[in-house]
């Protein structure tokens, strides 16, 4: 794992701007704090261009007392103040996921999961806080996966397909230990701090390792992270796949009935499993291994006839 460093600070501020799933974010600061948001969202969809239309503008202001405080405005609006360097980070990283989820809901099902593709196939793993689902997307990477999203799993309800968030892989502190020794990309090299003060990394997939075309969901995945648990998968009705899938949503869509039969209809292509785990890079080898058998079994029905 490569560690990334902020450059030093100047005078001049700087603009980034992202696309996050059709909705342009424009950040803009200090130069050290543009460094910094560019491995909290790295450009992964380059490969097609910014959507049109005014972007949001996310400002970075550093106080003139030197003091190492600051303040972030979204258009204009406090959005909140910071006593420090490693505050700033996660209150981007909320700010634009709070404004994703405010505007893109109606273009996309945004669901509270982690999403990566295996071989053209979605894997979506939905899951509140503590699931794992966050480090086990990490691992899934390392493992070879392309990554579509750690916290925000955004479904076309038209093609069916998960689309790229491009957020990189937050990981708090057990996350951290257990992703860090095999980690193929960037990450910070000390600790953020949420405004509750939990401390958390960013972890940046390679350039290679971002998805960069939606992909069927073929997968619905339940993590189960157990402190010190072995680790286990099995099967479980697409009916629990449906019901988790719906707790997790972030908007109202796929809670209504033209939702839920989209669901519905996603779910009949999908297997749907429970993943319990207590070490990570342990259940990312399994569950790849449980989907690589599944399809040898299916490929060998299906040139049976049956």
Same mark, same amino acid.
């Given at each position: 794992?490569?560690?990334?460093?902020?450059?030093?600070?100047?005078?001049?501020?700087?603009?980034?701007?992202?696309?996050?799933?059709?909705?342009?974010?424009?950040?803009?600061?200090?130069? %050290?704090?543009?460094?910094?948001?560019?491995?909290?969202?790295?450009?992964?969809?380059?490969?097609?261009?910014?959507?049109?239309?005014?972007?949001?503008?996310?400002?970075?202001?550093?106080?003139?007392?030197?003091?190492?405080?600051?303040?972030?405005?979204?258009?204009?609006?406090?959005?909140?103040?910071?006593?420090? #360097?490693?505050?700033?980070?996660?209150?981007?990283?909320?700010?634009?996921?709070?404004?994703?989820? #405010?505007?893109?809901?109606?273009?996309?099902?945004?669901?509270?999961?982690?999403?990566?593709?295996?071989?053209?196939?979605?894997?979506?793993?939905?899951?509140?806080?503590?699931?794992?689902?966050?480090?086990?997307?990490?691992?899934?990477?390392? !493992?070879?996966?392309?990554?579509?999203? #750690?916290?925000?799993?955004?479904?076309?309800?038209?093609?069916?397909?998960?689309?790229?968030? /491009?957020?990189?892989?937050?990981?708090?502190?057990?996350?951290?230990?257990?992703?860090?020794?095999?980690?193929?990309?960037?990450?910070?090299?000390?600790?953020?701090?949420?405004?509750?003060?939990?401390?958390?990394?960013?972890?940046?997939? /390679? *350039?290679?390792?971002?998805?960069?075309?939606? +992909?069927? +969901?073929?997968?619905?995945?339940?993590?189960?992270?157990?402190?010190? !648990?072995?680790?286990?998968? !099995?099967?479980?009705?697409?009916?629990?796949?449906?019901?988790?899938?719906?707790?997790?949503?972030?908007?109202?869509?796929? %809670?209504? *009935?033209?939702?839920?039969?989209?669901? +519905?209809?996603?779910?009949?292509?999908?297997?749907?499993?429970?993943?319990?785990?207590? #070490?990570? /890079?342990?259940?990312? *080898?399994?569950?790849?291994?449980?989907?690589?058998?599944?399809?040898?079994?299916?490929?060998?029905?299906?040139?049976?006839?049956?």
């Amino acid at each position: 794992m490569r560690h990334w460093f902020r450059v030093r600070s100047t005078a001049t501020n700087s603009t980034y701007t992202i696309d996050a799933l059709g909705l342009r974010v424009a950040f803009s600061g200090p130069r %050290r704090y543009l460094a910094a948001t560019k491995l909290l969202f790295p450009r992964a969809g380059r490969a097609r261009p910014l959507s049109s239309g005014e972007p949001i503008t996310l400002q970075i202001e550093e106080s003139p007392t030197g003091s190492g405080h600051c303040r972030v405005t979204m258009d204009g609006s406090l959005v909140t103040a910071t006593s420090g #360097d490693a505050e700033v980070l996660p209150l981007l990283e909320s700010a634009v996921a709070q404004a994703v989820i #405010d505007r893109v809901q109606g273009r996309y099902f945004l669901f509270h999961a982690a999403a990566v593709a295996y071989q053209g196939h979605g894997l979506l793993m939905p899951g509140a806080s503590g699931s794992g689902k966050s480090t086990l997307a990490g691992a899934l990477v390392a !493992a070879g996966c392309q990554y579509l999203s #750690d916290e925000i799993a955004a479904l076309d309800p038209e093609s069916l397909r998960l689309t790229l968030y /491009p957020k990189s892989v937050c990981a708090k502190e057990g996350g951290y230990q257990a992703l860090a020794s095999g980690w193929p990309g960037r990450a910070t090299p000390t600790p953020q701090l949420r405004a509750n003060g939990e401390r958390i990394w960013y972890l940046a997939p /390679p *350039a290679t390792s971002w998805a960069r075309t939606p +992909v069927p +969901v073929r997968h619905v995945v339940l993590p189960r992270f157990v402190l010190g !648990a072995d680790v286990s998968i !099995a099967r479980i009705p697409r009916a629990t796949g449906l019901s988790q899938l719906i707790e997790q949503t972030f908007a109202p869509g796929p %809670r209504e *009935a033209w939702g839920v039969a989209r669901l +519905v209809e996603m779910l009949r292509q999908a297997n749907c499993w429970e993943l319990r785990f207590g #070490d990570t /890079p342990q259940a990312a *080898a399994l569950l790849l291994a449980t989907i690589a058998d599944h399809s040898d079994t299916d490929r060998r029905r299906s040139s049976d006839g049956r």
